[in-house]
């Protein structure tokens, strides 16, 4: 006997399900990233790119296992981006990048989501902070924009991962069978 243990047939289709359709929800984010929110802020292929990828990330990030789950990881990544948006928009706007500054406001973002009282979300808004900073580094002409366009990117990837969540939750899961 195998000491691996096969799921049923329809734990497996469940699991497709959900695959297929986090595949989907991340290729509709990375379009409408790329196509929808660039033909509304004139940006560099770089900058495009980095949108979709962003934005796609924010979608897998919230899409979990229940609707619930999907709406609390939403809020954790909307809270952790609009803390990490504030302090980079803010320094941006006046200074530079400089490592300095990416430390202090990692440090920064992380305290001020804890004292907030989401301490789970300290590691997010170091991660987006980081982000936003190094970009602003790569690209320093108008590195003030880096967080708005960030801000957006999690936006469209947090809508559609939220929407595929509802998605499998009301119309897939129950037509699959063994549910």
Aim: glycine share 6%; hydrophobic share 60%; charged share 15%.
């Amino acid at each position: 006997m195998s000491r691996f243990r096969f799921p049923g047939r329809g734990k497996v289709l469940v699991e497709v399900a959900d695959s297929a359709v986090l595949a989907i929800a991340c290729l509709v984010t990375y379009w409408l990233t790329r196509h929808v929110l660039t033909s509304v802020y004139a940006v560099s292929r770089d900058d495009d790119l980095l949108g979709g990828l962003w934005a796609v990330i924010a979608t897998a990030f919230v899409f979990r296992e229940s609707y619930a789950q999907s709406v609390s990881a939403a809020v954790s990544r909307m809270a952790a981006t609009l803390v990490s948006f504030v302090l980079c928009l803010g320094y941006l706007l006046v200074l530079p990048f400089y490592a300095w500054a990416l430390a202090v406001l990692i440090g920064l973002s992380a305290l001020i989501v804890s004292l907030a009282g989401r301490p789970g979300d300290a590691i997010t808004a170091a991660i987006t902070t980081a982000v936003i900073m190094i970009v602003a580094a790569v690209s320093p002409h108008d590195a003030w924009r880096q967080p708005i366009l960030r801000f957006a990117d999690t936006v469209i990837g947090v809508a559609v991962g939220v929407a595929a969540a509802w998605l499998m939750l009301r119309v897939i899961h129950p037509r699959l069978p063994g549910r």
